[in-house]
């Protein structure tokens, strides 16, 4: 009998792990989606210090975010400057009920960077997000009131076993009735919260409940903040059938042997009959057939695992279809990505007496980066923009400048007129909500001119030839004009300036990215190192090539195999002196 109720615990404690497992991961996997599409709003304020027409547009589409609000740090304070809303006021009324609790929340994701209440003892989940501008001078804390009814249901409406979420100091989150708001230390023995508040992922245990009542209990963190879910079933519950099975024993064994026979021939009957039932319908799911359910008919243990097997097969068939989703959108990424790349030209080059080289990595499948060069007339002209943040809206940004100067290359115009019109392009395809800074410039085949026109892109950098090795004082930023954005206004006039490129002068085009390539520590590199890192690979005036491949070793040494935070594109083109 001891064995046969170690066999019970184990099932129990396995179907309740693997069900405090996959509530951990769908309650991770919805949390990260939320702060997934609310990521564009942040960045949308953050860069025009107000919510624009974008950041309404993505909120509305979202029907269970009800609140997005943007509390700036003033002086030590955070104050609310910008509020998106579906219910008007309804941001005053959260506050407002919340009282005083909410400067502490406020204080506590200025310090954890990230907090996580249900404090309203309904559906609604209240994230804090601390964010920091790109230099980190200034931090915003984002609050964003979510409803996740589906989830609080399935807390809910669990009757086999009692599932909590707890937070890091034993609040419930969600849980069965009257117990959303309470302490966990309330229900279960103290010391439990110890394991469950440690880095373990994941564990199970038997504790003894506050009224004394032994409880199997298993938890798992869910991997977002400090949330955890864990599970209780009474062990006298659990082991019902255990009990059942020694009352009926003593009778029948009081009766006739024969009986005794008998009857437990009908008893184990019943009971291989749900667990022949549980088995085939694993081997169903080992197939691959997630919509298979088993028909749960009694109480005990084995009917608690059955309808636990039911709940895993549906998560498992939901997770399912969304990695076939995610699957498709990847696979559609990658195709468009691998249309941008036709957007980029060949990465050497020789036109006339210029040698070209260039690189180019994006941040995500598709990036708002581009470059390029091309021959018009007597004249070379040399582009490169950056479209606002990264991934597919940008790079169709790219694309509609790509189509543009396909246009503009036939015809015989400066820098600046060129700019106009790329910019009247540019607006007409964004109307100004998405934006691209821009340098192009024109090399003159007679007479050595450089001609250039900057749309407040990062200026390039002359690095001319000198006696000895390159030094910081040969590096001259090409910053003589600065215009709007493309895309900012239809009608913006741009101005021109030029040089003179004398035979070994070589210029170093790039975008913002690079200063900002960060190591797994999140350290950015830094305007300081990539002014020596440009310095150390041209110290001896290299071909292009080899300057483009040493500078990029340089960052890649900082970035040790990090992921870009935005998109890296350079290129190089010196004069070679001849034809």
């Known amino acids: 009998m001891r064995i046969f109720e170690d066999d019970k615990i184990a099932y129990v404690f396995d179907s309740t792990s693997s069900m405090s497992g996959t509530m951990a991961t769908q309650i991770k996997t919805q949390l990260n989606g939320v702060l997934s599409t609310t990521k564009p709003i942040f960045q949308d304020y953050l860069s025009q210090q107000k919510f624009t027409s974008v950041g309404n547009s993505i909120f509305e589409n979202e029907y269970n975010i009800e609140t997005v609000a943007a509390f700036k740090d003033v002086n030590g304070n955070y104050q609310r400057d910008a509020t998106l809303e579906k219910v008007q006021q309804g941001t005053d009324q959260t506050i407002g009920t919340l009282g005083g609790r909410f400067q502490t929340y406020l204080r506590e994701a200025d310090t954890q960077g990230r907090v996580v209440k249900v404090p309203f003892n309904d559906d609604r989940v209240l994230i804090l997000e601390k964010v920091s501008n790109e230099t980190k001078t200034r931090n915003t804390i984002f609050l964003v009131v979510v409803k996740m009814s589906e989830s609080a249901e399935m807390f809910r409406a669990i009757s086999s076993q009692k599932m909590y979420l707890i937070s890091g100091d034993g609040t419930v989150l969600f849980g069965p009735e009257n117990t959303t708001g309470q302490k966990l230390q309330a229900i279960v023995d103290p010391s439990f919260l110890k394991d469950a508040g440690s880095k373990v992922a994941q564990g199970a245990e038997t504790v003894k409940a506050t009224d004394g009542t032994e409880l199997l209990v298993s938890f798992a963190k869910a991997g977002f903040g400090d949330l955890t879910v864990v599970t209780t079933v009474e062990k006298a519950k659990a082991l019902g059938a255990v009990q059942i099975l020694i009352r009926k024993s003593l009778i029948f064994f009081g009766i006739l042997i024969s009986l005794t026979v008998i009857i437990s021939l009908f008893a184990s009957s019943g009971l291989t009959h749900a667990l022949t039932d549980l088995f085939a319908a694993t081997k169903k799911v080992s197939e691959g057939d997630f919509n298979i359910r088993v028909k749960v008919d009694s109480n005990d243990e084995v009917g608690s695992l059955a309808d636990n097997f039911n709940i895993m097969a549906a998560e498992v068939s939901r997770l399912m279809e969304q990695t076939a989703e995610k699957a498709r959108m990847e696979s559609e990424l990658q195709t468009a990505k691998t249309v941008q790349e036709t957007l980029f030209p060949e990465a050497r080059a020789k036109i006339g007496p210029l040698s070209i080289a260039g690189y180019y990595e994006p941040a995500s499948e ?34 509609a400048a790509k189509s543009a100067s396909t246009i503009i290359e036939k015809l015989d115009i400066s820098p600046a007129k060129a700019l106009e019109l790329l910019n009247r392009s540019i607006y007409d395809v964004s109307r100004g909500r998405i934006m691209m800074t821009f340098f192009l410039a024109s090399f003159d085949l007679d007479t050595g001119e450089l001609i250039y026109c900057n749309a407040s892109h990062e200026a390039p950098f002359l690095m001319k030839k000198g006696d000895g090795p390159l030094k910081k004082k040969d590096l001259i930023p090409l910053n003589e004009v600065n215009n709007p954005r493309l895309g900012q206004a239809r009608d913006s006039v741009y101005e021109e300036t030029s040089i003179k490129l004398d035979a070994g002068d070589a210029v170093f085009f790039y975008t913002d990215g690079i200063p900002d390539i960060q190591n797994p520590g999140k350290e950015a590199w830094g305007e300081r190192e990539f002014i020596k890192a440009l310095i150390a690979a041209n110290k001896d005036y290299p071909s292009v090539g080899d300057s483009v491949d040493k500078f990029a070793v340089s960052f890649q040494d900082h970035r040790q195999g990090a992921p870009l935070v935005d998109d890296v594109t350079f290129f190089v083109v010196k004069h070679e002196g001849t034809v």
């Open 366 to 399: 598709c990036g708002g980066d581009w470059w390029h060069y091309c021959q018009i007339g007597n004249k070379i002209f040399l582009w490169i923009g950056d479209a606002t943040g990264h991934g597919a809206p940008a790079a169709l940004i790219t694309s």
